[in-house]
């Protein structure tokens, strides 16, 4: 997973890559559990059901995103969303032995800065 550098006196905070390795964004390290099954159409419905009971570490909120002034990406995600990198995903899918949803996403999300959404009302902060 990428590195991360702790923000001193913080709330828990870190800075922590996005998009580029060299681009670093205010985040934290909240786990959520995904209560229902997301509605992405961009993402195959084997990997949005396999998520349903697991925990996942993410690492960036749509509110701090936009409290950064990252414009063009908070109008894409949808309200109350939270993004993890998507090798925590895919370790949270290997961890339950979720292997087929796994290696799905695996093939969509090569890159260890590749980012998975989840979308506001299908998870509930740990």
Known sequence: MPPTITVHGSDGEVMAPMGRPDEF?????TRIKVTVSGSDGETPKIIRDALVGLEVETIFSREQ??????????????????LAYGGKVIEALQ?????????????????????????????VLV
């Open 25 to 29: 964004l205010r985040g934290k390290h």
């Open 65 to 82: 995103l936009a409290e950064q002034g990252c414009d063009d990406l908070v109008a894409v995600l949808p309200e109350g969303s939270h």
């Open 95 to 123: 961890k339950a032995e979720k292997t087929d949803a796994a290696k799905a996403l695996q093939e969509m999300m090569p890159n260890e800065l590749d980012m998975y959404v989840f979308e506001g009302g299908i998870f």
